[in-house]
């Protein structure tokens, strides 16, 4: 039993450790431009700078530190391309179009008017892919009475692309807004129930799709009402050149949940017309 405990030991050990090396963020910008020049300069920026500061993400989160560091060069009117840098870094980071807008905004009062007006030229480029997705997604808003609220961060890890969820109603019965971005699906699930159970959906905007395990998929357009059985595997998820967006009813029943399973393939996805 000693041993056992022991070897268990090991191996948690062992992962913790290959982990933390794959979280260590890589930088060879300091030996690829001074390298020869300056090595120990280079060094303590790849090795020291990036390879220990900023892979200690048990500590602070790389978001946090993109935050950090773009102020602080900001705050110094440093706009040349290291700010360009990190905020590229700031976006693969998580940092969204409408939080560097707003971050920006807030720098702008203690930094200086001048030096956010330079930051912010830099940043409409870094996330100029950014703006024609905001765009249309505003203008997919404006096709639909409800909103398309918040990314569906709970559920993020049983979807392929960005969902948003927008709670209608809690009362009598569960009705959420569920919008997808072009291309996004759900997993295939099951909605389980010992008695009733299931979920109903009704498309509100955009064109999207339902299929069943061992069924054709079935196209979604405003107003088409698909019933969903409990205990039956499905997914859907919008068409790959629009936006969609449906209600979803939770039916009540005994002993409900949901069970998530695998992705749905781009092999099944990309035969759908």
Request: aromatic content about 10%; overall charge neutral; proline content about 4%.
């Amino acid at each position: 039993m000693k041993l056992k405990w022991m070897l268990t030991f090991a191996v948690l050990a062992l992962n913790a450790s290959l982990l933390t090396a794959q979280e260590k963020v890589k930088q060879t910008a300091g030996r690829d431009q001074l390298g020869t020049f300056a090595p120990q300069f280079a060094a303590l920026n790849d090795d020291v700078l990036f390879g220990e500061v900023w892979s200690r993400t048990d500590k602070l989160g790389l978001r946090d530190r993109s935050l950090v560091t773009i102020t602080s060069l900001i705050s110094q009117g440093i706009t040349d391309s290291s700010l360009i840098y990190h905020l590229q870094s700031a976006r693969q980071n998580g940092i969204t179009r409408t939080e560097i807008s707003e971050i920006l905004t807030h720098i702008a009062f203690y930094a200086g008017w001048p030096k956010a007006w330079a930051a912010f030229r830099l940043a409409k480029d870094v996330w100029s892919e950014d703006t024609a997705g905001e765009d249309a997604k505003a203008a997919f808003q404006r096709s639909m009475i409800f909103p398309i609220g918040e990314p569906n961060t709970a559920y993020a890890a049983y979807f392929t692309g960005n969902s948003y969820l927008a709670p209608i109603s809690k009362e009598q019965v569960a009705v959420s807004n569920v919008t997808f971005e072009p291309g996004c699906r759900n997993h295939w699930h099951i909605h389980r129930a010992r008695k009733g159970g299931g979920q109903m959906l009704i498309g509100v905007a955009g064109q999207g799709w339902y299929q069943e395990e061992g069924k054709p998929a079935v196209k979604i357009l405003p107003g088409t009402v698909i019933h969903i059985p409990a205990n039956v595997k499905h997914w859907h998820g919008a068409a790959a050149d629009s936006w969609f967006a449906h209600l979803a009813f939770e039916i009540a029943g005994e002993g409900t949940s949901n069970e998530w399973l695998e992705p749905v393939t781009d092999e099944i996805y990309s035969h759908l017309k």
